[in-house]
């Protein structure tokens, strides 16, 4: 997945597209370019391999002045990451950036080079720019030249086409990708969100899969996939035009981190009644939990994660059979769903291209579909039945921290609220379990002063090649997010196992070298997890104990190191231990020196397959 801007503007327009692509470089940041035309029939194209801000210092020394223009940043599927492979691909006339997949590129490319065409890079977006050229030097317009060429494109893509002919003409194209015109005044803009948009405009219209739009500077047509002009509403967006910024922390994932004690609050106050300590969802919540027979919840990752952690909430406290899978796998798994089922999808992006999937999958199923998101007006916030949001608020750093432990709060309060419905807790369950959620940011506030000394025992575990995370239960799929993190951000090896399953295979592993992080709080299946930790110290695993002050008293002595979480329900401990296995990665990231926030081959959104 890539981000793709176009702009027609008054005035020159490289600096306000790099400005859009600087808030789409959570899309990928491989490489970016900018392709402006300069003056009828010429096309200047400036790309740089790596970040953005290799593009920009490129850019100082080339004074592009051209008001129409295209730009691109780049997560790489076809092609490594180099100059070549940079978008954008220019072929005759035709100038295009593009985002996602074309499926059947190799036939196609096979067609051209059968007619002798040349390829200047690896890429699939290549094919498209040379298919559109193709047409173009058999008389065929612009933006008939790309209607023609869409209906050959299989795969999940978005695109911008620009014309060096073309002053005043761009064409944008969308089939499984997100894009999204943009309205200005006597300017026209299209980009991957509206965020990329927010300098320049509010006024937002969302092409749906199968569109393509032509736009010139004072105009607007949209057609379908049959070719059909129609209209699409226009929307006013709340995207910020601010970018957000690291405050006094030194990178976004530190100050997101340390933002949750705050965030977690806020959107708390959307889902429970403080004075009442009840849990209240907001109007566009249908599903008729009272009546379901089963609920099936599927994302990616860490959101995967969160909605694994909830299935341990719906079974017990809503007595609600609920089925979990990583969308990937669902998508593809033709799986049976019950007449009386509903579907949570969850996705802090809102854009991920598998989620979406499987989203539509349980939409064909007819099951009754809510979105869990922290993009308000994203695609899957927009095609589910009903989406509710997170209170997270912006989320810069690639690796998932406090829109998580959100996602996780407005889970809980989902399920204390089928609890109730289905008779399965009393009022004073209820009054319990939300009381015991009001709870979270205060506790989270003791754990992060707690930093300095995770931060060294971070130290500690940065040299192993292989950490384990051990948790049971409802704590099991906070092993499996600590294990996640530490991956993604350190490049350490880590695996996460319930603490149980240790003994059928991974226990082999383990050496006085391998750290194991074990999760336990001191609930009903403390005892067990602690023999587990037992099995590990006697084959000369170091263990890392995170637990409460009872857990350390009981357990804590003959472990290599301790982190304290202070004592609370059991129903929040995933809430609260998400908070050191976060911060354990990150200082083993900063320790080890790599890009935090932006780690090696990831993407915040991952908008293919
Ligand atoms: C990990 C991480 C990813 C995302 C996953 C889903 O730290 O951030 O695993 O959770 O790519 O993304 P969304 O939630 O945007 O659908």
């Known amino acids: 997945m890539c981000g793709i801007v176009g702009i027609l503007g008054t005035e020159p327009v490289a600096r306000g597209i790099v400005e859009a692509l600087k808030r789409l470089e959570y899309r990928g940041y491989d490489s970016a370019g900018v392709a402006t035309i300069e003056s009828e029939g010429h096309v200047e194209r400036v790309r740089a391999p790596g970040k953005l801000h290799n593009l920009e210092d490129k850019l100082k020394a080339s004074a592009l002045k051209g008001t129409t223009g295209i730009g691109h940043t780049r997560w790489a599927t076809h092609g490594v990451p180099n100059e070549p492979n940079a978008h954008p691909h220019v072929s005759g006339d035709v100038v295009i950036v593009h985002n996602g997949i074309i499926e059947n590129f190799k036939p196609l490319k096979d067609e051209l080079l059968k007619e002798g065409v040349v390829f200047s890079s690896q890429t699939d977006t290549e094919v498209v720019a040379h298919l559109i050229a193709r047409e173009r030097a058999k008389g065929v317009p612009p933006k008939e030249a790309v209607a023609k060429v869409l209906k050959r494109l299989e795969g999940a893509f978005a695109l911008a086409v620009i014309f060096a002919s073309e002053h005043d003409l761009m064409v944008g194209a969308r089939m499984g990708a997100p894009l999204a015109v943009g309205h200005g005044d006597g300017q026209m803009y299209l980009g991957s969100d509206a965020i990329a948009l927010a300098p320049f405009t509010n006024r937002v219209t969302y092409l749906e899969d199968g569109d393509w739009v032509a736009l010139t500077r004072n105009s607007i047509e949209i057609r379908d996939g049959e070719g059909r002009q129609i209209v699409r509403p226009m929307n006013f967006t709340q995207a910020s035009a601010f970018m957000a910024d690291k405050g006094k922390h030194r990178h976004f994932m530190a100050k997101e981190i340390a933002e949750q004690p705050e965030v977690i609050g806020h959107t708390l106050a959307e889902y429970a009644d403080f004075a009442e300590k009840a849990a209240r969802l907001p109007s566009e919540v249908k599903i008729d939990f009272a009546n379901l027979d089963r609920l099936t919840i599927t994302a990616c990752g860490t959101a995967y994660l969160a909605g694994l952690t909830a299935k341990y909430w719906f079974e017990r406290y809503a007595r609600l059979p609920t089925e979990v899978d990583i969308a990937s796998e669902f998508r593809y798994r033709e799986a049976p769903m019950p007449k009386k089922g509903a579907a949570i999808v969850i996705s802090q992006s809102g854009e991920t291209a598998d989620t979406l999937a499987a989203l539509r999958y349980c939409k064909a199923q007819d099951q009754d579909t809510l979105a869990l998101v922290n993009v308000p007006g994203s695609t899957i916030a927009r095609e589910a039945h009903a989406a509710?949001?997170?209170?997270?608020?912006?989320?810069?750093?690639?690796?998932?921290?406090?829109?998580?432990?959100?996602?996780?709060?407005?889970?809980?309060?989902?399920?204390?609220?089928?609890?109730k419905a289905r008779g399965a807790i009393s009022r004073d369950q209820e009054r319990e379990l939300?009381?015991?959620?009001?709870?979270?940011?205060?506790?989270?506030?003791?754990?992060?002063?707690?930093?300095?000394?995770?931060?060294?025992?971070?130290?500690?575990?940065?040299?192993?090649?292989?950490v384990l995370y051990l948790g049971r239960g409802v704590n099991y799929p906070i092993a499996l997010e600590g294990a996640l993190k530490l991956k993604e951000i350190?490049?350490?090896?880590?695996?996460?196992y319930a603490a149980g399953e240790l003994k059928h295979g991974p226990i082999a592993l383990i050496d006085e070298n391998v750290p194991v992080i074990v999760i336990a709080p001191q609930d009903d299946l403390f005892d067990k997890?602690?023999?587990?930790?037992?099995?590990?110290?006697?084959?000369?695993?170091?263990i890392v104990?995170?637990?409460d002050d009872g857990g350390i008293e009981a357990h804590g002595q003959r472990t290599f190191r301790r982190i304290r979480v202070p004592k609370a329900h059991a129903f929040l401990s995933p809430l609260l231990y998400a908070l050191p296995?976060?911060?354990?990665?990150?200082?083993?990231?900063?320790?080890?020196?790599?890009?935090?926030?932006?780690p090696r081959n990831l993407a915040k959104s991952v908008t293919v397959e």
């Open 529 to 542: 997890t602690v023999s587990n930790m037992e099995e590990v110290a006697a084959r000369g695993g170091k």
């Open 434 to 466: 939300i009381g015991a959620l009001t709870e979270a940011p205060r506790h989270m506030a003791e754990i992060l002063k707690d930093e300095k000394h995770i931060a060294e025992v971070a130290r500690e575990i940065a040299h192993a090649q292989d």
């Open 545 to 547: 104990l995170l637990t």
């Open 581 to 598: 296995v976060q911060l354990l990665a990150y200082h083993a990231a900063v320790f080890m020196g790599t890009d935090v926030d932006q």
């Open 388 to 419: 509710i949001r997170t209170y997270a608020g912006p989320e810069i750093g690639v690796a998932s921290t406090k829109a998580f432990t959100c996602q996780l709060t407005v889970l809980a309060a989902l399920a204390v609220a089928a609890g």
């Open 490 to 496: 350190s490049y350490i090896h880590a695996e996460g």
